[in-house]
């Protein structure tokens, strides 16, 4: 019993790591593959800042007790050109201060209005722009994906090698039945040769060659 429960153990383990370790990787490659598309793959141009202010985030700790805190980022508008359409379009700015001061500082000294900055936009849609630098978070983000995916997956993997292997070994069943060997009889020692014996010329008896005389009819056996 405690056998089979082990057994059901491995597969449960090894099911659930490794899809759920696939399941990471695949949304690892996910992540990083949008950052690639937006910081390869989108074109860019060039963008005038037209406005700045400074936004309040709030973080909310994933731990149960934990302390919300505050965040500030700048938030950009830009005006730009894409395909002879200009567009005015605010976005957020991957820089993050833990005052308003910081955040407004920021802003003020890298995204005064009238500078120029280059911008990517999405080509399926021009309002959906990034700038600035790659986000260090998601890229961090994706590749932590990876690595515990990877993890899981091959825990996963070894456990369901380990139940097949042990599925593969033969159960113990009842000890075989050895048959006796049967050792042959010694051998018996042959038999002595029997004593020569001879015919009585007199009565007709088969008498010891030894004799001297028949013991049957008394008759000499052996002439003088």
């Not at 985030?57 to 950009?76: A, D, N, Q, W």
Request: charge should be positive; aromatic fraction near 10%; proline fraction near 8%.
């Amino acid at each position: 019993m405690e056998n089979r429960e082990s057994k059901g153990e491995l597969i449960s383990m090894g099911v659930m790591g490794l899809l759920l370790g696939l399941a990471l990787i695949g949304a690892g490659i996910w992540t990083g593959r949008q950052l690639h598309i937006v910081w390869n793959i989108w074109p860019s141009t060039d963008g005038t800042v037209a406005r700045g202010d400074v936004q309040e985030v709030l973080e909310v700790p994933y731990t149960k007790g934990g302390v919300p805190f505050h965040s500030y980022t700048p938030r950009i508008v830009f005006r730009y050109t894409v395909g002879g359409r200009d567009y005015t379009t605010e976005a957020p700015s991957v820089y993050s201060a833990s005052s308003y001061e910081q955040a407004a500082a920021n802003l003020k000294e890298m995204y005064a209005p009238g500078t120029h900055h280059p911008i990517r936009y999405n080509p399926g849609d021009p309002r959906d722009i990034r700038f600035g630098i790659i986000e260090f978070g998601p890229l961090a983000f994706s590749f932590l994906l990876l690595v515990f995916g990877g993890v899981l997956a091959a825990v996963g993997i070894d456990s369901l090698v380990t139940w097949s292997m042990q599925r593969a070994r033969p159960a113990p069943g009842k000890a075989a039945r050895i048959p006796a060997t049967v050792l042959p009889f010694p051998r018996r020692a042959p038999a002595e040769a029997s004593a020569a014996t001879m015919i009585c010329p007199g009565c007709g008896r088969r008498v010891l060659a030894s004799e001297d005389s028949c013991p049957n009819c008394l008759k000499f056996l052996h002439a003088a």
